[in-house]
């Protein structure tokens, strides 16, 4: 019965433009608080969506609510630095996501989505450093996280990530290497049926190897299904 109850409730917060903070409203109180003790999903996916719908704060509390019962779950630390990197508590959410940078029971998927993160943070920083030698020295930085996550697996968010910030950081030979690399992976992703990000991505890879035509394509059809 709770697994049932559960899977209603993600079903129902899944759905095309659910409205999510009703949606939490509603299901964490107490008649349901069973369920959010015994299955950390509820814990994750509303985490997730009120992160994505500009509630970071919330999210993150949920989220160190979500650890107390499930203080094991790596997926519940991640979100958890997500919210904080998108509140723009970026010392906090690189504190929070070192012991799962750390982890060695991470599985492929979630090392590769954490360490990106950590490029990310150095993503963000880039874009408010003060000087040129700031800012590439936080590209360079990004650059590598990215890299790292790159080398873990085939997906293309990565390494798109370390093409546009090797770019960034001054190194144009090996960013386009890697832009081509993502426009391989990004191809592979999008006949498997990818979302607008995947087109985006092949927007910028090719933007960044200087293919106006195939970027504007690209970038028209990501907008155009997002």
């Excluded at 107490?30 to 969506?49: C, G, N, S």
């Excluded at 960034?168 to 030979?173: A, D, I, Q, T």
Aim: proline share 3%.
């Amino acid at each position: 019965m709770d697994r049932a109850s559960v899977r209603r409730i993600l079903e129902e917060l899944g759905r095309k433009n659910s409205p999510v903070l009703p949606l939490f409203q509603k299901y964490h109180s107490e008649a349901y608080a069973h369920l959010w003790r015994r299955d950390p999903r509820l814990h994750l996916a509303f985490a997730k969506r009120l992160t994505g719908a500009g509630h970071p704060v919330r999210a993150f509390e949920l989220v160190q609510e979500g650890l107390k019962r499930h203080e094991h779950n790596l997926d519940l630390r991640y979100f958890g630095a997500l919210a904080l990197a998108r509140g723009r508590s970026f010392t906090r959410s690189e504190e929070f996501l070192e012991p799962l940078l750390r982890s060695r029971k991470a599985p492929t998927r979630l090392r590769i989505e954490a360490i990106s993160l950590a490029g990310r943070l150095h993503k963000d920083r880039y874009a408010l450093a003060a000087s040129e030698k700031a800012r590439t020295c936080q590209a360079l930085k990004a650059a590598a996280c990215s890299e790292r996550a790159h080398a873990l697996g085939e997906v293309s968010f990565p390494t798109i990530n370390a093409a546009t910030m090797n770019l960034l950081g001054g190194k144009e030979r090996k960013a386009r290497g890697f832009a081509q690399e993502a426009i391989e992976r990004a191809t592979v992703e999008l006949q498997a049926g990818g979302d607008y990000w995947i087109l985006a991505t092949l927007g910028e890879a090719h933007l960044l190897l200087g293919h106006a035509d195939e970027a504007l394509r690209y970038y028209k059809a990501a907008v155009k299904l997002a």
